[in-house]
């Protein structure tokens, strides 16, 4: 991946939040003196979800908004894994599943929502014959997903709650695996027995032969979510809003970019995901697949979360989970609540 892959996020009236000018406004046209070089550093997982951020590294779109900005990042495997690096100091930005994110907020961490990153299929596979819904799950079956609490965990708890009247139903089946290694091990037919996962992985998977889909995560949430979003440290929003801006306006770019642009964004991302550019294409166009920058579901999977007991609080409102460029992008709705607004939560 180029230099050193970078950042996402959402709107233009960013800007104007955080550096004072008009919406649109460069923020590389302010005076050298205002502008506070800084290193951003960001952390990611596995996974299609994180394309915008080769996208953004490709060209330049962060230093495109403030010059000299010096970005470090840095692959974890899990939400867990991001959470406690941003206790430890060790990370700015992340981008991570609401689920983790929410873990973090009840827990104390001084983080909310920057940007929506992406709306994408997450599913359940297997390779045993027998099994075609939770109920054919058996205590000697592994199910495997990055991390308790993560997305892929609550969305099984969610569909083991309307299938099985339990959410933590499987808990105890439940296997922690990075993305790359619980694929290979599926496809293989090792170790586990079935992969909660997102794209690239559920595709790969599903183009073997007897691999096929037990849960899909729209349906175990009700509606459409998004898959990941971009966390920041409420001190870089207040100390260094440039950075915070240059940061938002550059992966709102990068997401565009690839949703006008699949073909060269194939190319750009083939190599990262060590895939051809012809499967690439059909992986970004797959039905489903859509980098949107303002975040569907946030109150829906906190008040899921309190109630089977993965959270001690929930938010009284998105005010405290987000920052204010993603309320603006949301609205708040007149009488009836607008259809933004209404994507928050479980129909």
């Keep these: 991946m180029k230099k050193s892959i970078v950042i996402l996020i959402l709107s233009a009236v960013i800007l104007t939040a955080c550096a004072g000018g008009a919406a649109g406004e460069n923020v590389a046209s302010s005076d050298a003196s205002e502008v506070e070089i800084t290193k951003l550093r960001i952390a990611q997982q ?69 940007s929506g990153m992406c709306v994408m299929p997450l599913s359940l596979q297997t390779y045993k014959e027998e099994i075609n819904s939770l109920e054919d799950l058996t205590a000697e079956d592994k199910v495997a997903y990055p991390s308790p609490g993560s997305i892929q965990h609550i969305l099984l708890s969610m569909a083991a709650e309307k299938q099985l009247g339990s959410p933590t139903a499987l808990d105890d089946i439940g296997v922690a695996m990075a993305h790359p290694d619980a694929a290979a091990a599926l496809i293989n037919q090792k170790d586990i027995t079935a992969h909660f996962t997102s794209p690239p992985y559920n595709f790969e998977e599903l183009s073997n032969e007897g691999i096929k889909v037990v849960v899909d995560g729209t349906e175990a949430f009700g509606t459409e979510f998004t898959f990941l979003v971009a966390v920041a440290a409420e001190d870089l929003v207040e100390n260094n809003p440039k950075a915070y801006a240059a940061y938002i306006m550059g992966i709102a770019d990068a997401a565009n970019y690839i949703n006008q642009n699949p073909e060269e964004a194939a190319k750009i991302l083939a190599p990262v995901f060590k895939l051809d550019e012809e499967t690439t294409l059909e992986y970004l166009t797959w039905p489903g697949m859509n980098y949107v920058t303002t975040p569907l579901g946030l109150m829906g999977f906190s008040d899921f979360m309190v109630d089977a007991g993965y959270i001690e609080k929930v938010p009284q409102s998105m005010a405290e989970i987000a920052f204010p460029n993603v309320l603006s992008a949301v609205g708040k709705g007149q009488g009836e609540a607008g259809v933004l607004e209404t994507l928050q939560v479980r129909p």
Excluded: C, N
Aim: aromatic share 14%.
């Design 46 to 114: 596995f996974g299609l979800g994180y394309a915008a951020h080769t996208i953004a590294d490709e060209f330049d779109l962060f230093e495109k908004y403030l010059p000299g900005l010096e970005v470090e990042w840095l692959q974890l495997g899990s939400g867990g894994a991001i959470r406690e690096a941003f206790i430890a100091g060790e990370i700015d930005v992340a981008v991570m599943g609401i689920p983790p994110f929410l873990i973090g907020w009840d827990k104390g961490i001084p983080w909310k929502v920057a």
